[in-house]
């Protein structure tokens, strides 16, 4: 498990975005904090962070967004960066909340405000 995220069941194809949700989900200030930049797409806002990662959106020509995942070659993940499209960074984005709520129902408020504001 990284963080929040259930990293044991997915592909390895999957282990730079899992990485990087594992320190966003509850990586920040707040649980928004990571995710008003990438699935927010707030360019005033951060997509990354320590120990070296970063989601960034992509804007694609047909209007989709793809989200390019790095993680510091340190880390020793291989392979260390992918491209996702949004509802797989979404999906696991959620999965990463519900996980959060299960230890801290407390937050369910919180929680689910972030499911509606960016339709997780």
């Given at each position: 498990?990284?963080?929040?995220?259930?990293?044991?069941?997915?592909?390895?194809?999957?282990?730079?975005?899992?990485?990087?949700?594992?320190?966003?989900?509850?990586?920040?200030?707040?649980?928004?904090?990571?995710?008003?930049?990438?699935?927010?797409?707030?360019?005033?806002?951060?997509?990354?962070?320590?120990?070296?990662w970063s989601?960034?959106?992509?804007?694609?020509?047909?209007?989709?967004?793809?989200?390019?995942?790095?993680?510091?070659?340190?880390?020793?993940?291989?392979?260390?960066?992918?491209?996702?499209?949004?509802?797989?960074?979404?999906?696991?984005?959620?999965?990463?909340?519900?996980?959060?709520?299960?230890?801290?129902p407390s937050?369910?408020?919180?929680?689910?405000?972030?499911?509606?504001?960016?339709?997780?």
């Amino acid at each position: 498990m990284i963080g929040y995220i259930n990293e044991e069941v997915y592909s390895s194809d999957l282990m730079p975005l899992l990485w990087c949700l594992g320190f966003g989900i509850t990586g920040g200030q707040d649980l928004e904090y990571y995710l008003r930049g990438t699935i927010g797409k707030d360019p005033l806002e951060p997509v990354g962070g320590d120990p070296g990662w970063s989601l960034a959106p992509e804007l694609q020509e047909d209007g989709t967004t793809i989200y390019c995942a790095w993680v510091h070659e340190m880390m020793g993940l291989e392979p260390n960066e992918g491209d996702y499209e949004e509802d797989i960074v979404k999906f696991h984005i959620r999965q990463g909340l519900e996980n959060v709520l299960k230890e801290q129902p407390s937050r369910r408020e919180e929680i689910e405000r972030i499911f509606r504001k960016y339709d997780l």
